[in-house]
């Protein structure tokens, strides 16, 4: 049996934390890994506490037609992201890198397009995080240096030409 590299080892272990996902939309798994030692783990649910959408049987954001990446405040859950960082210390997790392993809940397709959205991204690179390994296929993976969301700062305005007064 061929052994399997470790980012595909860490992927299988986050697509088995998101078997925990409640969205009915998506689920997402992540892990937060820092000298070959899982730091912490997180899918997407609902604040501890509150009803989650598998429970209530409906997704919010879907009974408002909010189109898919857009008003993620609207929604109940939590991001895997979200949650893998809240359960970390930051001095755990600086320097270490987080798995991200997405799939459509109805049909359990793998997302080959998963990504952080841009709240997540800023939690990702507050954390101190430096990679994010993104599951593309059952065995490839895309590795995204976080220094490159810091340089494409999705909030920055193109920026008006300064007008010269002087002429």
Known sequence: MERISKENYYLNIAETVLERSTCLRRLYGAIIVKNDEIISTGYNGAPRGRANCSDLGYCSREAMKIPRGERYELCRSVH???N??????RRDMVGGTIYLVGRDARTHALLSDATSCPMCRRLVINAGLEKVVIRRTETEFEVVPVADWVQEDDL???REPEM????
Do not use: K, V, Y
Request: hydrophobic letters at 55%; proline letters at 12%.
């Open 80 to 82: 895997a992201e979200a």
């Open 84 to 89: 893998a960082i809240i359960s970390a210390p």
């Open 156 to 158: 920055l305005l193109p």
């Open 164 to 167: 010269d007064l002087n002429s």
